[in-house]
Nanobody, 129 residues
């Protein structure tokens, strides 16, 4: 069973940056599609960014395009989400999720949380002055 742990959240001022990390154990992340989701209080969970580690295909929610970048970590079994120009609307708990069977393509947007079997515990991102 793949296990995921997120880190890197925190409190940041509007316009600031954070880098979230998702570290996997119990499996080889290279076989998976990894998607970052977020959920703000009173709102539905939404997909933020997707990385297909089998071919490095990516996708992003319109609300974060040009500000967020998803990437492989330098160390194996890591995926990062670099978040720049943060806005108060980015405040949420951010989760990484992964799945390989069936294989989900990042071009199929928006992603459905129900399609992902492995989830981290989430990391809180708060953007406020």
């Amino acid at each position: 069973q793949l296990r995921l742990v997120e880190s890197g959240g925190g409190l940041v001022q509007p316009g600031g940056s954070l880098r979230l990390s998702c570290v996997a154990s119990g499996g080889i992340l290279d076989d998976y599609t990894v998607t970052w989701f977020r959920q703000a209080p009173g709102k539905e969970r939404e997909g933020v960014s997707c990385l297909d580690l089998t071919d490095d295909a990516q996708n992003y929610a319109d609300s974060v395009k040009g500000r967020f970048t998803i990437s492989r970590g330098g160390a194996k079994n890591r995926v990062h989400l670099q978040m720049n120009s943060l806005k108060p609307d980015d405040t949420a708990v951010y989760y990484c999720a992964a799945e390989r069977e069936p294989h989900y393509y990042c071009s199929a947007w928006p992603p459905r949380g129900a399609d992902y079997g492995s989830w981290g515990q989430g990391t809180q991102v708060t953007v406020a002055s």
